[in-house]
């Protein structure tokens, strides 16, 4: 089960990176500080049955809300 927690982390990484026009360290940081990595692997079960848009759009909305905390 670990291995696909980190293969769908590892594919969030790049669809953020890609959308995002960033580096990807710039995603790593953001991610870590942010604690994007513990939401992603929380969440899994129900994140990994969703599309490539859906999860940008969630991963920007759970950042929003982090960020103005």
């Not at 995603?27 to 899994?44: I, Q, R």
């Amino acid at each position: 089960m670990e291995k696909k927690i980190n293969d769908f982390i590892i594919f969030c990484m790049e669809i953020y990176k890609n959308k995002e026009k960033i580096t990807g360290s710039e995603v790593y940081s953001l991610f870590e500080k942010y604690k994007v990595f513990d939401y992603l692997s929380d969440g899994y079960d129900m994140l990994h049955t969703q599309g490539s848009e859906w999860l940008i759009n969630d991963i920007d909305e759970y950042l929003e809300v982090r960020k103005n905390n």
